[in-house]
């Protein structure tokens, strides 16, 4: 579960969603119709938006709103601010929470472990208030530390009122946010993300007819591992949906679906199938450098070393329109000259990732080893060589 997403991902992913985005979004094949308001389709793997509606326009969050609690109670127990056999209060307020729920009462001592599974399997919100106020002391807070998260990640149209998604005013978000964030909790916490994917819980003493995970492609489709759904009257029925599948000279592939605005519940678990099968099928995956694997080795001046070594510690996958893979072409973008020092893992450039006349990647490049400076002599000499050049 340690290599679930590579730390490149996030770079990339983090390029490709801001509004001026290095990495271009792909503008053919054409996707399939997708009943819904808004839809993003990212290919994880290889960093980019494969199809994409409306999504800056702002959608209330229903029960994706949850994704960022759990963001913040996997970073507590990381910390060790809270502990998966801790158990937790069942506040008034938590009880008495509407909607969708674990049904646990305040006579209840219930662990971390089983919240997490009634916030994530039952979409309870009297689970999801527990945890944030076990978090957070209190409602108020935790929606505080909600904000700063999202202002961390990058989420720049997304605006939290409470823990679970409840409708209130102003609490709404954006498709290419939720791409962020899903992104994020994936990489970050790839030691939870079995969470996602459990298919039946109920807590003992509690109606097991509310067992099910909403997310029916779990049911339906093994390459499926997560992550969450929401429903309220005005967001309709949404899916942020998650599959891995192994390919040929790539190995693990994962796309990202988020469906929002769907009619149905059956409506939404199709669309996101639809997404999910035309990504893999419309796009081809190619490797075009294993990892750590240099993707150049230009002169470097001033430095203990003549050459440098740039590329990436991940392997660097595009995903291409499917049968175009022998047509695309790469360039290197780099500072000449390089004058050392560098250090492992400094950017250095980027790989641009051609087809026709479509950018479709713009891979950041580091250094893959360190180079220090050179004594006085030796950066007196490359001066000297430097300026005859």
Same mark, same amino acid.
């Given at each position: 579960?340690?290599?679930?997403?590579?730390?490149?991902?996030?770079?990339?992913?983090?390029?490709?969603?801001?509004?001026?985005?290095?990495?271009?979004?792909?503008?053919?094949?054409?996707?399939?119709?997708?009943?819904?308001?808004?839809?993003?389709?990212?290919?994880?793997?290889?960093?980019?938006?494969?199809?994409?509606?409306?999504?800056?326009?702002?959608?209330?969050?229903?029960?994706?709103?949850?994704?960022?609690?759990?963001?913040?109670?996997?970073?507590?127990?990381?910390?060790?601010?809270?502990?998966?056999?801790?158990?937790?209060?069942?506040?008034?307020?938590?009880?008495?929470?509407?909607?969708?729920?674990?049904?646990?009462?305040?006579?209840?001592?219930?662990?971390?472990?089983?919240?997490?599974?009634?916030?994530?399997?039952?979409?309870?919100?009297?689970?999801?208030?527990?945890?944030?106020?076990?978090?957070?002391?209190?409602?108020?807070?935790?929606?505080?530390?909600?904000?700063?998260?999202?202002?961390?990640?990058?989420?720049?149209?997304?605006?939290?009122?409470?823990?679970?998604?409840?409708?209130?005013?102003?609490?709404?978000?954006?498709?290419?946010?939720?791409?962020?964030?899903?992104?994020?909790?994936?990489?970050?916490?790839?030691?939870?993300?079995?969470?996602?994917?459990?298919?039946?819980?109920?807590?003992?003493?509690?109606?097991?007819?509310?067992?099910?995970?909403?997310?029916?492609?779990?049911?339906?489709? @093994?390459?499926?591992? %997560?992550? #969450?759904?929401?429903?309220?009257? =005005?967001?309709?029925?949404? *899916? $942020? &949906?998650?599959?891995?599948?192994?390919?040929?000279?790539?190995?693990?592939?994962?796309?990202?679906?988020?469906?929002?605005?769907?009619?149905?519940?059956?409506?939404?678990?199709?669309?996101?199938?639809?997404?999910?099968?035309?990504?893999?099928?419309?796009?081809?995956?190619?490797?075009?450098?294993?990892?750590?694997?240099?993707?150049?080795?230009?002169?470097?001046?001033?430095?203990?070393?003549?050459?440098?070594?740039?590329?990436?510690?991940?392997?660097?996958?595009?995903?291409? @329109?499917?049968?175009? %893979?022998? #047509?695309?072409?790469?360039?290197? =973008?780099?500072?000449?000259? *390089? $004058? &050392?020092?560098?250090?492992?893992?400094?950017?250095?450039?980027?790989?641009?990732?051609?087809?026709?006349?479509?950018?479709?990647?713009?891979?950041?490049?580091?250094?893959?080893?360190?180079?220090?400076?050179?004594?006085?002599?030796?950066?007196?000499?490359?001066?000297?060589?430097?300026?005859?050049?």
């Amino acid at each position: 579960m340690k290599s679930f997403l590579p730390a490149l991902r996030s770079v990339v992913l983090a390029a490709v969603l801001a509004p001026a985005a290095l990495w271009a979004q792909v503008q053919a094949p054409q996707p399939p119709e997708i009943a819904a308001r808004n839809y993003l389709l990212l290919d994880i793997t290889a960093g980019q938006v494969l199809a994409a509606k409306d999504i800056d326009a702002p959608v209330e969050q229903a029960s994706l709103t949850k994704l960022m609690t759990g963001y913040l109670v996997f970073d507590a127990l990381r910390a060790k601010k809270i502990a998966l056999d801790q158990k937790l209060p069942v506040s008034v307020l938590a009880w008495k929470m509407p909607g969708s729920r674990m049904f646990i009462d305040p006579k209840m001592q219930v662990p971390v472990d089983d919240l997490i599974k009634g916030m994530i399997v039952q979409s309870g919100n009297d689970a999801t208030m527990a945890l944030a106020e076990g978090v957070g002391g209190t409602a108020e807070n935790f929606v505080k530390l909600m904000n700063d998260q999202a202002k961390a990640l990058g989420m720049k149209n997304t605006a939290y009122k409470n823990p679970e998604g409840l409708t209130e005013p102003g609490h709404t978000t954006t498709a290419r946010d939720l791409g962020v964030l899903a992104s994020r909790l994936m990489k970050d916490f790839p030691e939870y993300m079995h969470y996602y994917a459990t298919k039946q819980y109920s807590y003992p003493g509690t109606p097991a007819s509310n067992g099910n995970n909403r997310n029916s492609l779990l049911f339906r489709d @093994p390459t499926v591992d %997560g992550l #969450k759904t929401g429903h309220t009257a =005005a967001a309709g029925y949404c *899916l $942020v &949906a998650t599959s891995k599948r192994e390919f040929p000279n790539v190995g693990q592939r994962r796309l990202l679906s988020i469906v929002l605005g769907a009619a149905s519940e059956n409506a939404r678990a199709n669309e996101s199938q639809k997404l999910l099968n035309w990504g893999y099928t419309a796009f081809d995956a190619v490797k075009l450098f294993d990892a750590g694997q240099p993707v150049a080795t230009p002169a470097v001046w001033k430095g203990t070393e003549n050459t440098l070594k740039i590329g990436r510690s991940e392997a660097i996958v595009v995903a291409v @329109p499917s049968g175009s %893979g022998g #047509k695309i072409k790469t360039e290197i =973008a780099r500072p000449d000259p *390089l $004058v &050392a020092p560098f250090t492992k893992g400094q950017n250095v450039g980027s790989l641009k990732v051609v087809l026709g006349e479509q950018t479709l990647a713009d891979v950041p490049l580091v250094a893959l080893d360190g180079v220090a400076q050179a004594g006085i002599l030796g950066r007196a000499w490359d001066a000297i060589r430097l300026w005859i050049k």
